[in-house]
């Protein structure tokens, strides 16, 4: 991929980074280099001491009734009220008209690419750059996960590349909204009209994420959320299917509850549908509740100080973060993420820079990997039922395509702050761009 050319105010900036030893405060940044100036890893001061904020945090105000629901005994959701009280909030803060409570992230997949039609033997375009849930759950319905390149500049799929991916068995898109980044969704839904195919949204990372002023996960048939411990909205293990179709919505319920009636679903028999236990417990839905107090102001907060940094760090040399798709749109910023191009760092290795950032007191990981290469791949295609489903001709060829040129850049380039180092304050912010920036300073004593 062609590198962004470095704009005429980069261009001074890394022009007079030479003349630094005589230089108190660096043009792209706020740093004082005369109490910073040699790098922590190599035995100079840290540019941070303090800690970062945690996560989770329990909300003390839950206590009481999660104390009495526990003594109640009351602990599924056959037998309370707390699950089917999450579902109605949380389908109001999506605004979808639906929700539906599962176990986890996974289990919403599983139950919505089963209720959609994902069958044995079809195939589903998949992005590549995620968690391995993602395409796991494409193989537990024993159909075929085909990736679809990444933008490496927005980390997200390419919609330009989904086309060629389609063949007479793709019945499904599944487009994730990494780190809380909306994907094109105009784009994919065209696509998906134009081929009669399904969409599932990935949003396990993205609640109130907003593509075109609308709500992720509301934009495809389907979406689905993770509520990990992890998570932006966590419960330690949970998940939500939600959507706008009835029906739908129905069956998702009733495979959810081993097939049982639900709704529109008609009693011919006690179980009328497949189905499997996908369901959420009562104390996963009660912690939720509480949780979800907090997330509009933290999302407010990440995304103010994701904005500061995306202008700070954007104005060093080989530093990119992640580029929005064009709309009226907003990341849920799960992880922060940015690109580290190691040529415009004289060289320095990402792990040597991320070394360095860590010895400065700013904890930083990689992002995803190569996943299109992960070993459970191969596992599955040279199983019985995978041989049985498809041709050798057709595995064969999947493994030809299986070159995703943008993704494997992106998986050597990436570089991500987790989400809670975004709720700090704005010094703490300041604290992040200052290491960077004296990393940058001090490239070539990482060599
Ligand atoms: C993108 C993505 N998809 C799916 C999942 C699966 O969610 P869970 O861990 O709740 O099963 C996760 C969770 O980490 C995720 O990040």
Request: aromatic residues 8%; neutral net charge.
């Amino acid at each position: 991929m062609a590198q962004r050319n470095i704009s005429r105010r980069r261009a001074i900036a890394t022009a007079s980074a030479g003349a630094l030893g005589t230089m108190a405060i660096h043009p792209f940044t706020t740093l004082n280099f005369a109490n910073v100036s040699k790098l922590a890893l190599l035995g100079g001061e840290k540019v941070r001491t303090d800690s970062w904020p945690q996560w989770p945090v329990w909300e003390k105000s839950a206590e009481q009734e999660v104390i009495e629901m526990l003594r109640s005994g009351r602990w599924w959701r056959g037998s309370g009220e707390y699950v089917s009280e999450f579902e109605t909030e949380y389908a109001r803060l999506m605004g979808a008209k639906r929700c539906l409570a599962t176990a986890s992230g996974t289990t919403a997949l599983l139950v919505a690419l089963h209720v959609l039609g994902v069958d044995a033997g079809d195939e589903v375009l998949v992005s590549p750059y995620t968690f391995i849930a993602t395409y796991n759950v494409v193989f537990m319905n024993k159909a075929l996960p085909v990736f679809v390149d990444t933008d490496p500049e927005t980390f997200l799929i390419n919609p330009a590349k989904m086309e060629e991916r389609i063949t007479d068995r793709t019945s499904a898109i599944l487009p994730v909204h990494i780190y809380g980044l909306p994907v094109d969704m105009d784009k994919v839904n065209g696509v998906a009209k134009k081929h009669n195919l399904k969409v599932v949204e990935d949003a396990c990372q993205a609640w109130l994420g907003e593509y075109k002023g609308k709500k992720l996960g509301t934009l495809g048939d389907l979406g689905c959320f993770s509520f990990q411990n992890s998570k932006n909205l966590p419960t330690g293990e949970g998940g939500a299917v939600i959507g706008n179709n009835e029906e739908i919505m129905d069956r998702c319920h009733s495979f959810h509850n081993c097939g049982r009636p639900f709704g529109s679903l008609e009693r011919t028999s006690d179980y009328p549908i497949r189905g499997s236990n996908r369901r959420m417990q009562q104390i996963q839905a009660l912690t939720l509740l509480s949780q979800m107090k907090r997330i509009h102001k933290d999302n407010d907060i990440r995304l103010e100080n994701a904005t500061y940094l995306d202008k700070k760090l954007g104005e060093i040399p080989g530093i990119y973060p992640a580029k929005m798709v064009e709309g009226n749109n907003r990341s849920a910023y799960h992880m922060y993420p940015f690109r580290f191009v190691s040529e415009e760092f004289e060289g320095v290795s990402r792990s040597k820079f991320m070394e360095a950032l860590r010895a400065e007191g700013v904890p930083c990981s990689t992002g995803y990997g190569r996943q299109n290469q992960d070993g459970l791949i191969e596992e599955a295609l040279n199983s019985r039922g995978y041989k049985r489903l498809f041709s050798e001709k057709r595995l064969n060829q999947w493994r030809e395509e299986n070159y995703l040129p943008g993704n494997d850049q992106l998986a050597r380039e990436a570089v991500t702050f987790y989400q809670s180092i975004l709720l700090g304050t704005k010094k703490d912010m300041d604290d992040i761009v200052n290491a960077v920036t004296k990393i940058y300073e001090n490239r070539k004593a990482l060599l």
